[in-house]
């Protein structure tokens, strides 16, 4: 009986530091993990759609995806005093984004989605040459 008692004390006190390391760390950072849970799937769903992703794909974007997520919110976080220096780091991130996404994805879908990256990058014009304008 005082064995089990012991156990279970422990397994609570671990428990509870855990919780608290894990407060710390979301304490320093803005944002609420579970919302950038959804973000990730939110993403990685999108990307299967329009890449046809099959399912070994879609667990793998889905990690890629997850880790580029959180390391753009801590560049973001970290370098937001800094402008230049945040873009150097986000343009390398995107680097290693797409040197990731290229081993895991065939190269007709590697070529639709920096198609689709080009897209995002480029704003469109206005249809009618009078909107968006002065005149």
């Known amino acids: ?3 089990s008692v012991l156990t279970f004390l422990l397994v609570v006190s671990l428990s509870t ?3 608290a390391q894990r407060r710390d760390r979301y304490a320093e950072r803005p944002g609420a993990p579970d919302a950038a849970v959804e973000r990730v799937e939110e993403v990685t769903r999108q990307m299967s759609s329009q890449l046809q992703l099959n399912e070994a794909q879609f ?3 889905r990690e890629v995806n997850k880790i580029k997520l959180a390391r753009l919110e ?3 976080w970290e370098y937001q005093q800094d402008p230049l220096q945040r873009n150097a780091k986000m343009a390398e991130l ?3 984004y797409e040197a990731e996404c290229s081993r895991i994805l ?3 879908q590697l070529s639709l989605f920096r198609e ?3 897209r995002d ?3 469109t014009p206005p249809a009618n040459s009078n909107e968006g304008g002065l005149g």
């Open 94 to 96: 995107e680097a290693q």
């Open 74 to 76: 801590e560049i973001q």
């Open 121 to 123: 990058s480029v704003p």
């Open 116 to 118: 689709e990256q080009k």
């Open 17 to 19: 530091v855990s919780l």
């Open 59 to 61: 667990i793998k974007l």
């Open 106 to 108: 065939t190269p007709s």
């Open 1 to 3: 009986m005082k064995t």
